[in-house]
C-alpha cells in the first residue's frame, strides 16, 4: 500500500516531496519503487519507526508537514504466531511516531501538518450476515494484528483529543494489486494457480471480505490528506463483498484461461485447511461518508483489477522467486 501511494503521488505530479522511511523487514522490497528512485522529489531511508532520534531528525531536516502512517506488521497468520513483533512496530512505533510529531507539530517548524493514520476495516471485528461497518461502529478486534491496529488508532485518537495533534484515521478494507507479498489471499491464490499446486485455504472458504484495488485506497489516501477534517475517521472501502472461495475460484478460472487449460483444472487444486483462530466471518465498509463529504468513488472494478493483478504476477515470476523463498524463512 505504501509503495502505490508514492507512485500515485509522484507520478500525478501532486507538488511535494516524499521521503519514505521504511526498516525493509521480511516482505519489503526496494524493488517496488525502483521507477521512483531516481526521482529528485523522492528520498528513501532505511529505519525504524520506533527509533525517536532518527524520526526527529527527519522531520526537522525535511520539514516534513505530513506523516502519512502506512508502516505495519500486517499478517493475520503471523500475528498469531508472534503477537509481541505486532505490539511493537503497530503499537509502540505508533506512539513514538505520534510523540516525535506532536514535537515537531509544536515547534512550528511547518506552518501546517497531519497525521494520517492508516488502519484497517478489521479492528471492527466481524460482521453477522447484513450491515455494514461505518465510522461509529464499536472496535472489537479478534486478532492480536487486529487489536494492535486498534490501539494504535486510540493512541492517534488521544493524541488528537489531548494535545490537538491535526490527526485523521483511514480505515481501508482488503487491498489487492501487484506488488503484494504472497502471504495474502490472492497473490498466494495466483501464485499457487499458475504453478499447479495445492491450493489450501482456511476452513470452508465461506468467509466474506470487502476488496478494494490498492490504486483506489491510494487515491483515497490522497483525497484524505487534501480534504480530511482534522479528528474525523474515512472508511475507504469500494462495496466489493466476495466470500473467500469465489475469489480463489475466480482466480482459478482466469489463469486457466490465461494459461488454455481446460476449463476447471486450477479449481481442483482448492482443498480446505483448518480454520484460523479467531477468524473474522465478514467484513463489509461503508465508505459514503468518504463519498459524499470528500467526492472519492473507487474506479477500478474487481473482474479489471485482479485481471491486472494476475498478469503483474504472471510477467514478474523470475522476480517473486527470491521473494518467495522468504516467506517461510522470516
Known amino acids: 500500500m505504501g509503495s502505490h501511494f508514492i507512485k500515485h503521488v509522484l507520478e500525478a505530479e501532486i ?14 522490497s526496494l524493488d517496488n519503487l525502483r521507477v521512483v528512485q531516481s526521482n529528485p522529489a523522492y528520498r528513501f531511508i532505511m529505519g525504524d519507526i520506533g527509533d525517536s532520534a532518527l524520526i526527529r531528525q527527519i522531520l526537522t531536516e525535511e520539514r516534513i508537514e505530513a506523516v502519512i502512517h502506512f508502516a505495519a506488521e500486517s499478517h493475520v497468520d503471523r500475528s498469531i504466531e508472534q503477537p509481541e513483533l505486532f505490539v511493537k512496530t ?25 497525521f494520517i493514520q492508516i488502519s484497517t476495516d478489521e479492528v471492527y ?5 447484513t450491515g455494514k461497518f461505518n465510522e461509529d461502529s464499536p472496535l472489537s478486534p479478534n486478532s492480536p494484528y487486529s487489536a494492535s491496529k486498534a ?16 490527526t485523521i484515521i483511514a480505515r481501508s478494507s482488503n487491498n489487492y494489486g501487484p506488488h503484494q507479498f504472497p502471504e495474502k489471499l490472492i497473490p498466494f491464490a495466483i501464485l499457487k494457480a499458475i504453478a499447479g499446486e495445492r491450493l489450501e485455504i482456511h476452513g470452508d472458504g465461506m468467509s466474506k471480505r470487502d476488496w478494494i484495488h490498492v490504486k483506489d485506497n491510494s487515491m483515497a489516501i490522497v483525497t484524505i490528506l487534501q480534504k480530511g477534517k482534522v479528528g474525523e475517521i474515512y472508511n475507504v472501502g469500494s462495496n466489493n463483498e466476495w466470500e473467500n472461495i469465489a475469489v480463489v475460484n475466480l482466480i482459478c478460472d482466469l489463469v486457466d484461461e490465461k494459461l488454455e487449460r481446460r476449463e476447471g483444472v486450477s479449481r481442483q487444486l482448492v482443498v480446505s485447511g483448518l480454520e484460523r483462530p479467531g477468524h473474522d466471518r465478514r467484513y463489509a465498509i461503508d465508505a459514503s461518508k468518504l463519498e459524499e463529504e470528500l467526492g472519492w468513488h473507487p474506479q477500478c472494478t474487481f473482474v479489471h483489477g485482479l485481471t ?16 518467495l523463498s522468504r516467506i517461510y524463512n522470516a
Do not use: M
Open 15 to 28: 507538488n511535494c516531496r516524499v521521503v519514505n522511511l521504511d526498516l525493509l523487514t521480511y516482505a519489503g
Open 90 to 114: 503497530n503499537i509502540l512505533g505508533t506512539q513514538v511516531l505520534l510523540e516525535e510529531s506532536r514535537k515537531h507539530w509544536i515547534a512550528g517548524i511547518v506552518k501546517q501538518f497531519r
Open 125 to 129: 471485528g466481524s460482521l453477522d450476515e
Open 308 to 323: 491486472e493483478t494476475i498478469n503483474w504476477y504472471f510477467e514478474n515470476r523470475d522476480h517473486l522467486e527470491p521473494v
Open 151 to 166: 490501539a494504535g488508532d486510540l493512541l492517534v485518537r488521544a493524541y488528537n483529543k489531548t494535545f490537538g495533534l491535526p
